[in-house]
């Protein structure tokens, strides 16, 4: 089967390490994705040769062995490999688990997570804070979630896309956004971009 690297990226972060997509599922370290999302504890059992994450308030496992997922005692099949000494899950079975989402985003090439907790859309946040970024590094902040605001009316109106990475890749009047043919909306923004774009 044909196993391919695909980023992906939490609440508008990349991850450190790339996930792998084999057979339409998303694969990420295990551990990788439980430190961004934060509050978890992981550790490998020698014994069960399974890795084990605690929380304050819950407790998962991913065992390679049975071929599961286990969350608060309750049992979900799933591929886990380990490859590197790092465990493998499937992506978006454990954001669900956790009451998140995992979603394809074709702009990313790669996987989106939204967190239980995000009060933004991944991809959203992702792309708007790119372009804020791209479009006016150095701007006070008020100019720079001006520009966030340009992309928002266009997604509101009929004659734009109606998401925020649409607006932003849309070509048919030509691109409408310099960052996108000179390739810099792909750059890592800046905090205060990032500001911008939650606010």
Same mark, same amino acid.
């Given at each position: 089967?044909? +196993?391919r690297a695909v980023p992906v990226q939490v609440d508008g972060t990349l991850l450190?390490?790339?996930?792998?997509?084999?057979?339409? /599922? *998303? !694969? +990420?370290?295990?551990?990788?994705?439980?430190?961004?999302? &934060?509050?978890?504890?992981?550790?490998?059992?020698?014994?069960?040769?399974?890795? /084990?994450?605690?929380?304050?308030?819950?407790?998962?496992?991913?065992? $390679?062995?049975?071929?599961?997922?286990?969350?608060?005692?309750?049992?979900?099949?799933? *591929?886990? !490999? +380990?490859?590197? &000494? %790092?465990? !493998? =899950? $499937?992506?978006?079975?454990?954001?669900?688990?956790? #009451?998140?989402?995992? @979603?394809?985003? $074709?702009?990313? #090439?790669?996987?989106?997570?939204?967190?239980?907790?995000?009060?933004?859309?991944? +991809?959203?946040? !992702?792309?708007?804070?790119?372009?804020?970024s791209a479009e006016s590094q150095g701007e006070p902040l008020t100019g720079q979630?001006? /520009?966030?605001?340009? @992309?928002?009316?266009?997604?509101?109106? %009929?004659?734009?896309?109606? *998401?925020?990475?649409?607006?932003?890749?849309?070509?048919?009047? #030509?691109?409408?956004?310099?960052?996108?043919?000179?390739?810099? =909306?792909?750059?890592? $923004? *800046?905090?205060?971009? =990032?500001?911008?774009?939650?606010?």
């Amino acid at each position: 089967r044909a +196993v391919r690297a695909v980023p992906v990226q939490v609440d508008g972060t990349l991850l450190e390490k790339r996930g792998t997509l084999s057979d339409g /599922v *998303t !694969y +990420v370290p295990l551990r990788t994705l439980l430190d961004t999302l &934060g509050g978890w504890e992981l550790s490998w059992d020698a014994q069960a040769k399974e890795a /084990v994450a605690l929380s304050s308030s819950a407790r998962l496992t991913a065992s $390679p062995e049975k071929g599961a997922v286990t969350f608060n005692g309750a049992e979900y099949p799933a *591929t886990v !490999y +380990v490859e590197g &000494g %790092r465990t !493998y =899950v $499937p992506l978006r079975l454990v954001c669900n688990i956790l #009451g998140g989402s995992a @979603v394809w985003d $074709p702009w990313l #090439g790669g996987a989106a997570v939204t967190s239980a907790e995000a009060e933004h859309d991944a +991809v959203e946040l !992702y792309w708007l804070s790119r372009i804020i970024s791209a479009e006016s590094q150095g701007e006070p902040l008020t100019g720079q979630v001006a /520009v966030g605001s340009v @992309v928002q009316n266009r997604v509101a109106s %009929r004659e734009f896309p109606d *998401t925020i990475p649409a607006v932003i890749f849309d070509k048919a009047d #030509g691109v409408q956004f310099e960052p996108v043919s000179n390739g810099t =909306v792909y750059a890592v $923004p *800046t905090a205060q971009s =990032v500001e911008a774009a939650r606010r």
